[in-house]
């Protein structure tokens, strides 16, 4: 092989290399500049209260089976630290919840207790007994975010197109086809 195909094939090897490891560069860029939500139920004087961190968001609502699933009806307040919180008086009994921020309905990744929702997710589940108190079904150990023991939480927004049609198999109602995900990178 001549020295100018080589140099070439070099090249061309080497650009090929630099510009997948710029891709994986942006994508941990990307992971490690996003800002971490969470979220959490306990019990205080006047009934449970739900916090929820997102300094970027803009509103915050809880919805759930205690006000009809209104998506509005329950708007949480934001400390000047990012933290968004409500008290809330609940019934004995179980109560599932989702957080409602910027219109997005969020599952409460501090609490492990859950139940399938009829759209595929699941609904944050807090249960209530006699005496007020947060019934801890199990042994649930949380999670710690130690080096040993990594939990990355990833703020921000996920837009997706999505196909619809409607008349599906003679059904009038309008049906959601599953996207294909692309992750594309913006600086």
């Known amino acids: ?18 510009m997948s490891a710029a891709a ?9 500049a996003a ?3 969470h979220a959490s ?15 970027d968001a803009g509103t ?5 089976t205690f006000n009809n699933w209104n998506a509005t009806a329950t708007p949480m307040k934001r400390d000047d630290k990012g933290y968004w919180s409500v008290v809330m008086k609940l019934s004995p009994g179980k109560h599932e919840y989702k957080f409602v921020v910027d219109g997005a ?3 409460d990744l501090e609490n492990p ?5 009829p759209y595929g997710g699941v609904n944050s589940v807090v249960e209530i007994d006699n ?3 947060i019934v801890q079904r199990g042994a649930v150990k949380r999670l710690s975010n130690t080096p040993l023991n990594a939990r990355v939480l990833i703020g921000g927004r996920y837009l997706a197109r999505m196909i619809t049609e409607k008349n599906v198999e003679d059904d009038p109602r309008w049906r959601m086809q599953r996207p294909r995900h692309k992750v594309k990178a913006q600086g």
């Open 131 to 133: 005496k007020g108190d």
């Open 24 to 32: 994986l560069l942006a994508v941990f860029a990307i992971f490690l």
């Open 35 to 37: 800002v971490s939500a």
């Open 60 to 64: 915050v609502f809880l919805a759930g």
């Open 1 to 18: 092989m001549n020295h100018k195909k080589q140099s070439a094939m070099n090249y061309s090897r080497n650009k090929t290399l630099a």
């Open 41 to 55: 139920v306990e019990k205080v004087e006047g009934g449970i209260k739900f916090v929820y961190y997102d300094p």
């Open 105 to 107: 309905w969020i599952t």
């Open 113 to 117: 207790n859950t139940k399938p929702d």
